[in-house]
């Protein structure tokens, strides 16, 4: 109350903490409310594939400006490093697989910062922004945003399912590419996430 304001503490050494108050009584007891904040020493690249309900793999392929086959990239453990140009189209296949039938699932799959989404629903995409296949299964509902794509299942049966997402290389510099996932929408401990990855963006060679 406005009588006995809150005491606000902030510790950054995460250690053990002790509550000592000498005017308590069982009518007038204390309430101590703990807020934790804190970030991991490693980056998102670094982050291991896990499975709780979901198993959820990513490979990155590079398209051939020539058309010849693209250079497949497998991101099956972590941090592996992705070496592009400024310019570059790659497409992006996850692949989810779900045991069970279940509904409300989300899976989500985003980009380096240093990626610009394609679009091939716009009027003016390119003809390199369509992947080369559509999800498996349509999706109830999809959100293409810049720095990742969203697809959403009402339900989702069991199989395998697999989506593809093409960017391109816009920004130079090393950019962290998190791990894509998927997740209940209201039971976030059924889940399941790739490997996180490093891309590399180089600029564009100078002519000669």
Known sequence: SGKHPL????LTDGGPLTVTASAVTPEHPVSVQSDLTWLPVEDGSTVAPAAAGFVVT?????????????????????????K??????????VELVN??????????????????????TLATAPPEATPSAPPTLEPSYTALLDDRVEYFYD???????????????AVPGRFIQPAAEARLMYEDAVNGHGAGAMIAIERPAAPE
């Open 7 to 10: 005491e606000h503490f902030t």
């Open 58 to 82: 990513r490979e990155t392929d590079m398209l051939d400006k020539g058309g010849g086959p693209p250079t497949r990239i497998a991101l099956d453990h972590p941090a592996v490093e992705v």
């Open 84 to 93: 592009l140009a400024v310019g570059d189209v790659v497409e992006d296949t």
């Open 99 to 120: 045991p069970a039938e279940r509904n409300h699932v989300a899976i989500v799959v985003p980009f380096a910062a240093g990626m610009e989404p394609l679009n091939p």
């Open 155 to 169: 339900t989702l049966p069991k199989g395998t399912f697999v989506f593809r997402v093409r960017t391109k290389a």
